[in-house]
């Protein structure tokens, strides 16, 4: 039913959708917590306004669900809890610089009533991008912001990278590339990589397992490409690299089969096995960020429709 009701919410919205939504919320006893600040509603009315906001603003816009959990328990014969973990991204017919990225965390209560189950509560939040692993509060960014006026270069750079990895983010790799691109960049690869089974890893092992192996693969990355090369973590598991010198094509066909073969070792002695798929594009005079990206993700795609684990053009 909480699967159901998100996907009604979030990524197939529709009439009857809405009055599925409406019809399993208590009306009595609804309260709900969301990730905006306005999103504080502590009865059905006040909800109802912000949900009917909500369905006007979002008009036009789908999502599409990358990965989600869920997980219920039994609170007494007439109550339980359910929580989990939506990760879903914006989709769109038309390429796009940037894609709303949405990865919920929830919890909603129900209570029974009869032969159905109706939410009297709903908590759902968004990690704090800024919190480092094992910390309790976002410790390390705030002592960095506090030394802000003395290290104004480093918390620029800091800006630039993404939070899991460290390697660029997508909007700081999308610049650098611009920028090689203009000064001339012809003969550089520009490599598109998409983890194959990740879901399988967190669907078996768990989310904190998930984000141990988007670490440890930007850590291959970095191994493979160790010299004269732009990382970025477009998003999710999709990862990029960018030459910052001509290669040839046997140059740039044979770092995508050692990034494969380095990846895929890494599956040995684990319960769920580990790989990529490349996709390979050549930079011309003339080209933009969008045109390798486009043709890049085209040549990814065919490597996925081939079986995985392997490199296109």
Known sequence: MTQALWRAYVIEPSDEGLQFILASLDPEELSLIGTGKHEFYRDFESFLQGFQNDQAESQGVTFEILDEYYEARQLGSDSCIVFGTLWVREKTDQPKPLLVEMDTRFTLTF???GDRWLVTHLHHSMPNADQQRDEYYPKTVTEQANAALKYSKALERRAELDSMTELLNHAAF??????ELIDGGTGSAFFM???DYFKEVNDTLGHPEGDRVIREFADVLGQVFA???LLGR????????FTTCAVSVEEAEAKAQELIDTWKGRSQGRPVRLGCSVGIVRAVRGDTFYDLYRAADGAL?????????????
């Open 193 to 195: 990589i998409d983890l």
């Open 234 to 241: 477009l998003g999710g598991d999709e990862f990029a690299v």
């Open 111 to 113: 209570r029974r009533e």
């Open 174 to 179: 999308e610049k650098y590339v611009s920028s």
């Open 227 to 229: 010299r004269d090369a």
């Open 301 to 313: 795609y065919e490597s996925k429709r081939g079986g995985r684990g392997r490199f296109s053009w």
